[in-house]
């Protein structure tokens, strides 16, 4: 996709340099906390209301018209059923000049529900576009809300780059619930492999010789991952899960699979990664006379880059980051920042981090996900704790914060 022509490197750079200008309009703004507060009793239902039934991606029905129908009672124009997905949904309201997307996911995990927020992320997209809709004239802006499935098991943002869904976009932006806040938190680009090994059935007692064992194939890939661990960098991670290990036990199993997940800082790191796994995979179909079969389960995904201004003016409306230093972002000072800078984005080191198709976003569109913290009890992302978490008095308190945030920025 291209990304929509600006005057340069960032869409409002050259327009916001120094203090001053960085303050949205008082009266504008007064606007939008009162129809946020005044609203904030629905939105906080909407996100319960989510996280109460949670669906796993692709199939979030029940979630995709909750989000849909606010957005609709707010008189935004919805399209529904984007890039072959039908939970995808893009909402517009308004036709300034500048095209503000706000991206909502809604998906949950498996087994454990909305232990990654999800319900709070699309609540607070919602909660945000409807408070900048009755300021969308004065203020230049056409508002627009991307319902993005499948955040968790397919990359849904990238499917919907792919169909062109952002290519009018001027800048995107949306908050993750995390156990801390984080104004730029690194994300790890990522590919994701299945693996698939064809070998012979036999008695496993009284033939042995004649079979071929798939998951002994499974069994060797593993041990040679293991043994390419000491040789990764620190950031890298790979783990694998088992999907098909034969039908039982006094068979020797014809088929075997397993899905491989590879992180990496960046994708330059990831190719050369991803290349010495799949000699890893190779070896284990070579040492036990088994057919391998190496595909890719899902996209890749990129690391994340922040656009500095965007990230600046975040921080400039949550009062989390009210005494964060930013100089990482700005240099010396705000007055002294070249924002017009040929580097506007800013891509964080490298450390414990997860993966998102809002790293493909980000090479595409200026773009921001900041973490707002929940009270977890110091439980991370995707652990039952977290899920409690995500409909706690921390939770309602969070989608406040972040809807304010995003609406201010």
Not at 92 to 112: C, K, N, Q, R, S
Not at 191 to 198: G, I, M
Not at 217 to 235: E, F
């Amino acid at each position: 996709m291209t990304a929509p022509s600006t005057s340069g490197p960032s869409v409002l750079a050259g327009q916001t340099r120094g203090e001053d200008t960085l303050a949205p309009p008082a009266e504008l703004l007064a606007r939008v906390d009162h129809h946020l507060a005044a609203h904030e009793r629905r939105w906080w239902e909407l996100a319960q209301a989510v996280h109460a039934r949670p669906e796993l991606g692709l199939v979030e029905f029940h979630a995709a018209g909750l989000l849909t129908a606010a957005l609709e009672e707010r008189g935004f124009a919805v399209t529904r059923g984007l890039a072959g997905m039908p939970t995808a949904f893009r909402a517009e309201y308004g036709t300034g000049p500048l095209t503000v997307a706000l991206t909502a996911e809604y998906d949950a995990l498996p087994g454990i529900g909305h232990a990654c927020g999800h319900n709070l992320i699309g609540a607070m997209a919602i909660a945000a576009a409807a408070a900048l809709a009755p300021v969308a004239a004065e203020a230049g802006l056409r508002v627009v809300v991307v319902g993005c499935p499948a955040e968790e098991n397919a990359g849904g943002k990238i499917y919907l780059a792919e169909a062109g869904v952002f290519d009018d976009i001027h800048l995107a932006a949306q908050i993750h619930p995390a156990n801390r806040d984080e104004l730029c938190p690194a994300t790890l680009a990522n590919d994701t492999l299945t693996v698939r090994y064809h070998g012979h059935p036999a008695h496993a007692s009284s033939f042995p010789e004649r079979g071929r064992n798939a998951y002994d194939a499974i069994t060797v890939a593993n041990v040679a991952i293991g043994l390419l661990r000491q040789q990764l960098p620190a950031t890298v991670r790979v783990h694998t899960l088992v999907t098909q290990a034969g039908e039982a036990v006094n068979i020797i199993p014809e088929r075997a699979a397993m899905t491989v997940k590879i992180r990496a800082a960046d994708v330059a790191t990831l190719d050369d990664v991803t290349a010495r796994v799949g000699d890893c995979l190779r070896a284990g179909g070579l040492a036990t006379g088994c057919e391998t079969t190496i595909e890719r389960a899902l996209p890749r995904f990129a690391e994340i880059r922040y656009d500095r201004l965007l990230s600046l003016l975040f921080a400039r409306s949550c009062h989390r980051f009210a005494d964060a230093d930013l100089s990482y972002l700005t240099g010396p000072g705000l007055a002294d920042a070249d924002l017009a800078g040929t580097d506007q984005t800013y891509t964080p080191p490298s450390g414990r981090a997860a993966s998102t198709d809002v790293g493909n976003l980000s090479w595409l569109v200026p773009t921001i996900q900041p973490m707002l913290r929940l009270d977890t009890g110091g439980s991370g992302n995707h652990e039952p704790a977290f899920t409690a978490a995500a409909a706690s008095p921390s939770a309602r308190l969070l989608l406040a914060d972040g809807a304010h945030a995003l609406a201010g920025a």
